[in-house]
T-cell receptor
Framework: AQTVTQSQPEMSVQEAETVTLSCTYD???????LFWYKQPPSRQMILVIR????KQQNATENRFSVNFQKAAKSFSLKISDSQLGDTAMYFC?????????WGAGTKLIIKP | NAGVMQNPRHLVRRRGQEARLRCSPM?????VYWYRQLPEEGLKFMVY????????ESGMPKERFSAEFPKEGPSILRIQQVVRGDSAAYFC????????????FGDGTRLSIL
């Protein structure tokens, strides 16, 4: 079965701190894409960052970066200098052909 | 360049009524995907369509649900004889043909069944 596990249902940090959200996945494919999506209280689904599995270099997007460990099937998201606007649900997902397989999400709360 | 457009944003139906959800893909995108998000869960794939073709509907419930993407106009997700369990957020995504690029999502339709 192809699954995504986000082991932290909820996390809370102080503004300006760094936080890491964990994600592990299971797939038998060799080529795929991995994503982190953010869902704020407005309920939109916003792409945060993507990683191509055949690229060893970890993706970075401003304050957001990933730690991609292909052999371990791990894909964690690090948010540096967290801001109040980062408060949201964060979902990890990967592609299976044209489908996205999603984790259950981590609720991240940034405290002032 | 407009993003994926979904309407309505919120839809309220009584049990037994029909719900029609609309999705217009991004310009130049010919692939449309529908996902459902139940409360406190991640998204679940429902159906993948190209213009006038259903490519994969393996995630669709066998009864009451149907989807189409006509040659002209938006993609429609139709739910007949709605029940309380259909209450969810329904997201549409689109992508250009022949790519594995990130799927761009619309803002979703929140369906509430009274």
């Amino acid at each position: 079965a192809q699954t995504v596990t986000q082991s932290q249902p909820e996390m809370s940090v102080q503004e300006a701190e760094t936080v890491t959200l964990s994600c592990t996945y299971d797939t038998s494919e060799n080529n795929y894409y991995l994503f982190w999506y953010k869902q704020p209280p407005s309920r939109q689904m916003i792409l945060v960052i993507r990683q191509e599995a055949y690229k060893q270099q970890n993706a970075t997007e401003n304050r957001f970066s990933v730690n991609f460990q292909k052999a371990a099937k791990s894909f964690s998201l690090k948010i540096s200098d967290s801001q109040l606007g980062d408060t949201a649900m964060y979902f990890c997902a990967f592609t299976r052909n044209y489908q996205l397989i999603w984790g259950a999400g981590t609720k991240l709360i940034i405290k002032p | 360049n407009a993003g994926v457009m979904q309407n309505p944003r919120h839809l309220v139906r009584r049990r037994g009524q029909e719900a029609r959800l609309r999705c217009s893909p991004m310009k130049g995108h010919s692939h449309v995907y529908w996902y459902r998000q139940l409360p406190e869960e991640g998204l679940k794939f429902m159906v993948y369509l190209q213009k006038e073709n259903i490519i994969d509907e393996s995630g669709m419930p066998k009864e009451r649900f149907s989807a189409e993407f006509p040659k002209e106009g938006p993609s429609i997700l139709r739910i007949q004889q709605v029940v309380r369990g259909d209450s969810a957020a329904y997201f549409c995504a689109s992508s250009p043909p022949g790519t594995r690029e990130p799927q761009h999502f619309g803002d979703g339709t929140r369906l509430s069944i009274l």
